[in-house]
């Protein structure tokens, strides 16, 4: 059937604006940005050419920052993946299953990720801080007194400190969305399923997981991207990097590229791979979904 003239204009009528948003706020910025990362400019004086340098410079002469700020955010990524994700997926099965208080507890864990990343990075400065913090002094009123520490300060758990909030703020944001999906799933099914003798685990693996993949890719994709381009968490509880630059993240890398040395032109090159890996990774992540939803 051949669309009439009225249905192209509606279809233009909604789509042009959206098209003018994207380009705008998308992908006229990442123009720009490769347009500077051929440059060497303080962000004032005058702008050498100076072609891929800034590449060369960022992964041969930075390699042990470059290298360290990548691997960091990979270890983010695969926590998330592996540690936040299942949670998420763990109470949003407990929950959808009708449980007394179901309102409740939805909304308790979704409550965190309204809260602005500075003030949850306040929180646990304080939950951390080694002389007063909460988790001191549980360790104090439990006995562990070997298990006490500067949680931000150490080099050996840093990292991990850094994380923990970031898992703390975002699983409920998670957890709503696969919730979301199992009771969109048709009651029926769990009935029948019931009938023929499958206990809610049973349940759950044959029948919940498998219907809401194309939920769980967007969890994964989300995941990913999240903790790849996370900073102002991170910048809060760490001052960008302490102890030593161990916990430094690409963006917290490119922050420092731009506003405390004023090298635009390395910041710009910093920031186009932190796109090219959030693209990259999105592909690899379709790729391995669309094999799973085969396989299913």
Same mark, same amino acid.
């Given at each position: ?38 440059? /060497?400019?303080?962000?004032? %004086?005058?702008? #050498? &050419? =100076? ?6 410079? +960022? @992964? ?12 960091? /955010?990979?270890?983010?990524? %695969?926590?998330? #993946? &592996? =540690? ?6 763990? +109470? @949003? ?20 990720? #309204? ?182």
């Amino acid at each position: 059937m051949k669309r009439s003239s009225n249905d192209r204009v509606a279809i233009a009528i909604f789509v042009v604006p959206a098209f003018l948003l994207f380009t705008v706020f998308m992908t006229l910025p990442i123009v720009g940005t490769l347009y500077y990362s051929a440059f /060497s400019w303080n962000g004032i %004086g005058k702008m #050498v &050419f =100076i072609g891929v340098k800034n590449y060369v410079q +960022l @992964a041969v002469k930075n390699y042990d920052q470059f290298y360290l700020t990548m691997k960091n /955010s990979l270890i983010f990524a %695969g926590m998330s #993946v &592996f =540690i936040q994700l299942p949670l998420a997926l763990i +109470l @949003a099965l407990l929950i959808a299953t009708g449980v007394k208080g179901e309102n409740f507890f939805r909304t308790v864990y979704f409550l965190p990720v #309204v809260i602005s990343s500075v003030i949850i990075g306040v929180l646990f400065l304080k939950i951390y801080n080694p002389d007063y913090g909460l988790l001191n002094t549980l360790f104090d009123m439990l006995g562990l007194h070997s298990l006490k520490r500067a949680w931000l300060g150490d080099t050996r758990t840093a990292l991990i400190a850094a994380f923990a909030p970031l898992v703390w703020q975002y699983i409920g944001y998670h957890m709503l969305l696969m919730y979301s999906a199992i009771k969109q799933i048709p009651q029926e099914l769990i009935e029948a399923a019931k009938i023929d003798g499958a206990r809610e685990l049973q349940t759950a693996w044959k029948i919940k997981i498998p219907l809401i993949v194309p939920i769980l890719e967007v969890c994964v994709v989300f995941a990913v991207i999240g903790s790849l381009k996370v900073f102002d968490l991170v910048y809060v509880l760490t001052s960008n990097g302490q102890p030593f630059g161990v916990t430094r993240v690409p963006t917290g890398l490119m922050y420092m590229q731009l506003f405390q040395h004023d090298m635009y032109g390395m910041g710009a090159t910093t920031a186009l791979f932190i796109v090219a890996e959030c693209f990259a990774f999105t592909l690899v992540i379709q790729r391995v979904f669309r094999g799973w939803r085969a396989l299913v």
